[in-house]
């Protein structure tokens, strides 16, 4: 089971409010439709690097992100992580940073081949944030160690435009891309399931 709430919040400099409520918003509602449990009903505890974990009957597994404006929380059976990034161009130091050099080849090739930069590079970056929530290590591991290959998708879905698939440390993970509206989210799990989406 892998099934992921979006909702939209108003963005500000100081938001920091609207981010919580929104995110607890879909937390709670994700909950009651899977499980039939109230948020009081469980208790939180975070792992070493301090992700969030739901300790009630449930069994369930979440990972929530926000990005100006927009925030998600993704709910399965097994580990999850999920990811979202607002599309912004970056500066190429940012690029050599955070990229390996294959991802940097695969991003000049796509770029000049007319694929919008700022997404492509929320796309590389959303990838990698949700391998990093899935294992919990956070940026604790450095990002350009989590390799992906990046690809324009063909036919897909609408919003599944791209398609990423991990090439070190972890080949078997799965990984859904989507992006909309400015935004790539990008989900990483062990299971190849299709994610279901909801928008409130």
Known sequence: MLKVYISDYEYSKDSSGAEKAASKRLLETGLQEICGLRLADCQMGTGPHGKPYLLCPSGLCFNISHSRGRAVCAFSDRAVGAD????????????????????QAGYAAMTAGGTDSALLFAV????????????????????????????????????????????APDPALSYTVRTEGGFALALCSPSPEKPVFVRL
């Open 124 to 167: 590389y970056w959303a990838l990698k944030e949700s391998y990093l929530k899935y294992t919990g290590d956070g940026l604790s591991f450095p990002p350009e160690k989590a390799v992906f290959k990046v690809q324009q998708a063909n036919t897909a879905p609408a919003g599944e435009t791209f398609t990423g698939q991990m090439l």
């Open 84 to 103: 979202i990034q607002q599309r912004r161009a970056p500066s190429p130091r940012l690029v050599q940073r955070v990229l390996a050099e294959s991802e």
